[in-house]
């Protein structure tokens, strides 16, 4: 293989991988504008993951074994269980810190260690016949893209999740900086006592915005997990890491969904360059080391320069209280 | 007008609000605490019943023999050694915590003071003393602990960064130097780091890690007066109150922050150097494996007092040590089990917290009430199937049939001549009360020829159930009606 056909696929595998970051960190984003520092998205991207095996698995189940599996369906029922096992997710974080008064970080922590042990525990006690279908259906949104060479290879070789993702993140961006509900769900996140005195239901907001967040980040543990080596599931490698680079690029995109797509990209990027570079050890574990290095970078410049426009959510990690005002 | 339209709009609210509880006696907040733990424990079994069904007494015992073996005096050390451990990583965390400093990083401040003392322990001249590899190991540790906790303290307190992500950041930077380390450090064949050779504790009561639990012990002492008698917790506890405050009374904020995080750093520096040097003798980049993360959840449940940190500590050690054995016995993966079992725990001890400092109350009213019980006798009578009468007469004649049941248990226990077996024999009387009384019930009814009816069932199930829907749907209509009442008179 030439340098022009391996950059060529290393460009596409980077923007496949990209999609599990974009959707951790669009979910994340949601969360932290209403306020959640929400350190359970680690755990709920394996509730989402568990979501996705898991309908897959009922799927099959349904349909007799000498049945073809129908390819729409098959890829449509576990997107849906991850969104609704995502959503729980939120929904119990949002239930511990808003109802019950609990600290985000503890709140988010325990939920990581739930949501691994629980959904590593489950995936790999699921029996693996027929289980690779719904990784090869998901494979490549459109057909013959190999016609259009390089550019077909990088982008349109994605798969549908790829596109839905972006796709997210822009109707978020939308959403949170030009509507209504988006400045409610700033001011809230921003200044939750003068934006309940405004009459605006905080509690509402923030448990809603959790709840979305978190089948969005679902559905990013549910692609990794289908896709990932077409649907032979091993739990070696572990989804957490996902989770908790999702993090940084929230904080390295400056709490911006458009930005973050290109920094789910440049992310992407560093993760699989060190299995694309020969060379030694230094090199590859300096590769791994970028991404949190860049993030360290700008959460220091931002904090250094204290531009309004890109600080975290004023009142980010505080639980809102009314009578502690 | 105007006014009416706004009384109208807040017609209805949802019924319950929550309150803060003021003044709580400490036994009633005990009490909250000792159920919330035996409820996560009860939890913990009943899931391990739901994954392989019929190990619920396998799982205490095994959980029991895993902590507390007393035939076998290891697994009460190493029960010991992880307390101390745990214990170590949430003492180190309280003084910033009460600062109101977040810093999550307790995993990287650990991991690269054991990458030090690693370093130090493995390449030091083999002729120096045991000892003096220990000193020097346990220095460079302590140096690195600080230098890992101090950066983030530094960018607080000059430019408020961050420190919850900043001190989150510097975990993975650390893992992967700790990764780099390992690999850079193992001769090219072998696959893992090797155990050290030198600058080793040695084995104690059979297990290397028994001098872990002085040095808890020690710090444990340390951080109480620290948190306790000294200016310098009196300070952090200002700072943590109110940073304004603090300045007005002439404290030097970045001064405190900076030096909360070096005394931090140092006790992080000494935990990474007791788990090489000590427990476990070796290097690899997961060898901290949470725990960091576990100390933070610790330190925040025993609301930073030393006393409760020390028994949370103790919890969590049962929990994971027991939970791990418990998973080997009934052929699970026990790293996963355990983890399950610690997320309960931690999860259902929070929930412990909010009822210990807040109230549910409902919104009562005179009315509604009068309303609510017009509205459940109606319901009642909806839901039952048979006539009035004839329930009454079976609850009459089944209540007399059980009262012979149960004085002819009571007879029986009272013509036991042994006190102390007297004595058992009324404690599993009252233990088997609810299993009595079905058991009652079952032979009423085959006496009787009351045979079993589904739809009863159902409906009995259904009124239950439905319970709070009713309610809340009872009070949206008491909401409605009012409106309309409101609307007649206004007109």
Not at chain 2, 64 to 71: I, L, N, P, Q, S
Request: net charge positive; hydrophobic share 50%; with cysteine.
């Amino acid at each position: 293989m030439n340098f022009f056909e391996v950059s060529v696929s290393f460009l596409s595998l980077a923007i496949k991988f990209s999609t599990v970051f974009l959707f951790g960190a669009t979910g994340e984003i949601i969360n932290q504008k209403s306020g959640h520092l929400n350190m359970g998205t680690p755990g709920i991207m394996y509730f989402g993951a568990l979501g996705g095996v898991l309908g897959e698995r009922i799927y099959i189940m349904c349909t007799p074994a000498t049945a073809p599996l129908n390819p729409f369906l098959i890829v449509l029922i576990p997107v849906l269980f991850a969104v609704i096992f995502g959503a729980f997710g939120g929904l119990i974080f949002s239930f511990f810190t808003v109802t019950l008064h609990c600290n985000q970080n503890v709140t988010g922590l325990t939920l990581t260690t739930l949501g691994v042990g629980v959904s590593c525990l489950f995936i790999s006690g699921m029996p693996m016949d027929r289980m690779a279908e719904a990784g090869l259906q998901m494979q490549s949104a459109f057909p013959d893209y190999q016609k259009l060479g390089w550019f077909g290879e990088i982008f349109l070789s994605q798969s549908w999740f790829t596109y839905l993702g972006i796709a997210i993140a822009i109707a978020t961006a939308i959403i949170i900086s030009k509507t209504k509900v988006g400045l409610n769900l700033r001011a809230v996140g921003e200044n939750a006592a003068a934006a309940d005195s405004a009459g605006i239901n905080v509690n509402a907001y923030r448990y809603i915005a959790t709840i979305i967040g978190g089948a969005i980040a679902g559905i990013g543990g549910a692609f990794y997990e289908l896709d990932k080596t077409k649907g032979m599931f091993n739990i070696a490698d572990g989804i957490d890491a996902f989770g908790w680079l999702a993090l940084c690029i929230v904080i390295f995109s400056m709490w911006k969904p458009l930005i973050a797509i290109f920094a789910s990209f440049g992310f992407a990027c560093l993760s699989i360059l060190p299995s694309f570079v020969t060379g030694n050890d230094y090199i590859t574990y300096g590769f791994k080391m970028l991404p949190y290095v860049a993030t360290l970078l700008v959460l220091i410049i931002t904090s250094v320069i204290n531009s309004k426009k890109a600080q975290a959510p004023a009142s980010l990690g505080v639980t809102y209280f009314r009578e502690d005002r | 007008m105007e006014k009416v339209a706004v009384k109208e709009k807040r017609n209805f609210r949802f019924p319950l609000y929550v309150t803060k509880k003021i003044g709580l006696p400490a036994w009633k907040y005990w009490l909250i605490r000792i159920v919330g733990i035996l409820g996560a424990f009860l939890l913990a079994g009943i899931v391990c019943t739901v994954l392989k069904p019929g190990t619920f007494g396998l799982f205490f015992s095994e959980l029991f023999r895993g902590c507390f073996d007393f035939t076998d005096i290891t697994t009460i050390i190493e029960l010991l050694v992880l307390t101390s451990l745990l214990l170590l990583i949430a003492l180190a965390l309280t003084p910033a915590f009460k600062m109101k400093f977040w810093n999550i990083g307790a995993e990287g401040q650990i991991l690269i003071s054991c990458l030090v003392s690693a370093g130090i322990a493995k390449f030091a001249p083999s002729d120096l003393p045991n000892i003096v590899i220990l000193i020097m190991a346990c220095g460079g540790a302590m140096v690195a602990g600080i230098v890992w906790s101090v950066i983030p303290a530094i960018f607080k307190a000059f430019f408020n960064t961050n420190e919850t992500l900043f001190s989150l950041m510097m975990n993975y930077i650390a893992t992967v130097l700790g990764g780099l380390a390992v690999s850079v450090w193992i001769k090219s064949g072998s696959q893992s780091f090797g155990l050290l050779k030198q600058g080793i504790f040695s084995e104690i009561m059979g297990s290397t890690g028994t001098l872990t639990i002085v040095f808890a012990v020690l710090v444990f002492i340390l951080v109480f007066f620290y948190i306790k008698k000294s200016i310098h917790g009196y300070e952090v506890t200002v700072v943590g109150e109110s940073v304004n405050t603090a300045r007005y009374v002439g404290i030097n904020v970045k001064k405190v922050i900076i030096r909360t995080m070096i005394f931090t750093g140092a006790i992080m520096g000494l935990i990474g150097f007791l788990i090489v040097c000590a427990i476990n003798q070796t290097f690899n980049d997961s060898i901290v494996g949470g725990k960091g993360f576990t100390g933070v959840l610790i330190a925040w449940l025993g609301h930073f007092e030393p006393g409760e940190i020390a028994l949370f500590s103790f919890l969590a050690a049962v929990m994971e040590q027991g939970t791990t054995t418990a998973a080997s016995a009934i052929s699970m993966s026990s790293f996963l089990f355990s983890s399950i079992c610690t997320g309960i725990f931690f999860f259902v001890i929070i929930a412990c917290e909010f009822f210990s400092s807040y109230q549910i109350k409902a919104h009562h009213n005179k009315e509604f009430m009068n309303y609510y019980g017009e509205q459940k006798a109606l319901r009642r009578e909806k839901y039952s199937v048979q006539d009035q009468e004839v329930k009454a007469q079976y609850r009459k004649d089944f209540a007399a049939f059980f009262t012979t049941v149960k004085n002819a248990k009571k007879e029986k226990i009272k013509a036991e001549s042994n006190a102390f077996k007297r004595f058992m024999k009324k404690v599993g009387y009252a233990l088997s009360y609810p299993f009595m009384w079905i058991k009652a019930r079952r032979t009423f009814n085959k006496q009787n020829n009351r045979r079993f009816s589904f739809p009863r069932l159902m409906k009995n199930i259904g009124y239950g159930i439905t319970y709070p829907v009713f309610w809340i749907a009872s009070h949206i209509r008491f909401a409605k009606q009012n409106k309309k009442a409101m609307k007649g008179e206004n007109v």
